[in-house]
């Protein structure tokens, strides 16, 4: 049985805050695995985290199946963690139709149908509110929410999806004062 009280919920916030990583959920989730790797793939790490280990194996799994399918087909395994801006364009060719813009207003709209969504409470970008964000997938609650949210420049669409999105797509519009900005270490 696993007692849970208001204290070890605490604790479990405090945890998983502590990963949060500038620019987005996959970039927390890298830091996660990262820092997971660099204890030998620890269950006690997992533990002392409120992390959940048979997750934590099942990344490790896909990543070396990954790993194998490269050397197979003889492709070069080239990684930078720290070259951040590689991943977050790799996410937007993978999820590029998945994209959603700030509004004037405050609030988040997709881009190619214009349907209201929220950044969800849990992502390590709820109080960022950058301009722009691909999602992996989106949870109707009280309101529709994104989930695996990562912050992506515009110009990113255009340069990996040309056949789904035009210039005219993502056109800045005018922000108020205090939105849209991107955390200062995500300068470029």
Not at 68 to 91: F, Q, W
Not at 161 to 181: F, L, S, T, V
Request: aromatic share 10%; proline share 3%.
């Amino acid at each position: 049985a696993v007692v849970s009280t208001q204290s070890t919920g605490v604790h479990a916030d405090n945890a998983r805050t502590n990963f949060f990583f500038p620019g987005g959920d996959h970039l927390t989730l890298l830091n996660v695995y990262d820092q997971w790797a660099a204890t030998d793939y620890s269950v006690q790490w997992c533990f002392e985290n409120f992390v959940q280990h048979r997750s934590m194996k099942r990344a490790r799994a896909i990543r070396d199946q990954l790993q194998g399918l490269l050397e197979r087909t003889e492709i070069d395994l080239l990684s930078n963690p720290m070259d951040h801006i590689n991943i977050r364009k790799a996410v937007t060719s993978g999820y590029f139709y998945h994209t959603s813009r700030l509004t004037a207003n405050g609030l988040y709209k997709t881009v190619k149908h214009q349907q209201s969504v929220h950044i969800h409470p849990n992502s390590s970008l709820f109080e960022e509110q950058p301009k722009w964000v691909i999602y992996h997938e989106l949870v109707q609650t009280s309101k529709e929410y994104m989930r695996q949210v990562i912050e992506i420049e515009s110009k990113w669409l255009v340069e990996v999806a040309p056949h789904y999105y035009k210039e005219k797509d993502i056109e800045e519009k005018k922000m108020p004062k205090q939105r849209g900005k991107a955390k200062a270490e995500l300068e470029r």
